[in-house]
């Protein structure tokens, strides 16, 4: 369970992260992870957008904080969606790497009513990071969300129901877990295209570069 306390004393972890992590080339590293393992779900499965028999398979690990990660979902992310998920060419899901548990939180948030608004809340928060992880006093992080998340329709009360949902919270526990200790994902944002293993906010032109010779384009 995350508690304001919890999130509000962890604030200025979720932004040193920002530093701690250094956005890295698409080329700096790229192992490839046993498919079997990676297409393992976790306790709440994954929710992906584009078809099962889509040619590439994109798994992003990523942390709500993470700025880096807000950055690939600025200027990557809409391009990458429009050109091949949408169109069905690539499969694509996001799994939870949280860094702090203000990041631990925002995902809870985002998995609420079985994640139907997963990808419109994911996108919210990354796309106004700056207005609720990173804040300034009097105004505390925990609120600024809860005033951003009513946008998307979360009243105080659901949005307090979200943060104490044990079974959320363990699950997304659980994926970080696993992607560090099976996948071995250490850092935020990483890519898994068909396997291979990608690290850093990769640019539209890094993801094509691995993308087009798997679509045969």
């Known amino acids: 369970m995350i508690t304001r306390r919890d999130a509000l004393r962890y604030t200025g972890l979720a932004l ?7 956005k890295l080339p ?4 790229a192992q490839s992870a046993d498919m079997a393992a990676l297409m393992q779900p976790g ?32 200027t990557t992310w809409p391009e ?6 949408d169109t069905g060419k690539v499969r694509f899901t996001l799994r939870e790497f949280p ?43 925990v609120d600024s969300l809860e005033q951003l998340l009513r946008q998307a329709g979360y009243s105080k009360e659901k949005f307090e129901a979200c943060l104490k949902d044990q079974t959320v ?21 990483t890519f898994f295209i068909n396997g ?8 539209l032109e890094d993801m094509e570069k691995v993308i087009k010779p798997i679509l045969g384009a």
């Open 26 to 29: 698409a080329s700096a590293w």
């Open 196 to 203: 291979q293993k990608h690290g850093g906010a990769m640019t």
């Open 99 to 141: 860094l702090d548990p203000l990041a631990t939180g925002a995902f809870m948030l985002a998995r609420c009513d079985g994640g139907e608004k997963y990808y419109p809340v994911t996108d919210l928060l990354f796309d106004q990071q700056k207005n609720w992880a990173f804040v300034q006093k009097p105004q505390s992080p």
């Open 43 to 74: 306790p709440l499965g994954d929710l992906w957008l584009g078809p099962d028999d889509a040619k590439c398979t994109i798994i992003e690990y990523a942390s709500m904080t993470c700025s880096h990660c807000a950055h690939f979902h600025a």
């Open 169 to 189: 919270y363990g699950a997304i526990n659980a994926v970080k877990a696993r992607g560090m200790d099976v996948l071995k994902v250490d850092s935020t944002p």
């Open 80 to 85: 990458l969606r429009k050109r091949y998920i």
């Open 16 to 22: 040193g992260a920002a530093y701690l992590l250094p």
